[in-house]
């Protein structure tokens, strides 16, 4: 199973550490990222594959809700199949 986390704010030193740091701190493994900044504004997204997870999705979520938060951030993720299915034509 995978999700994907999107990040979207000002640009700051160390975004892409932090979120993968409580990645990791939650055993998701980060499989695909991509990011650009674009003047200031920092545009992120990663493929995790969370079928390993030492917790509950809803606390990966809580966690990632709360840095961004913290950061001025946006930061949101959701199952891969329902994002699928968000942006299917």
């Known amino acids: 199973m995978k999700a994907v986390i999107t990040v979207i704010g000002h640009d700051t030193v160390g975004i892409l550490h932090k979120v993968s740091g ?45 840095l961004g938060k913290e950061l001025g951030l946006s930061i949101h993720i959701m199952h891969e199949d329902i994002f699928n299915s968000m942006h299917r034509i």
């Open 22 to 66: 409580i990645c990791a701190s939650r055993n998701a493994n980060v499989l695909e990222v991509t990011q650009s900044v674009l003047q200031d504004l920092f545009a992120m997204f990663m493929l995790v594959d969370i079928r390993s997870l030492s917790c509950e999705f809803s606390e990966l979520s809580d966690a990632l809700t709360t």
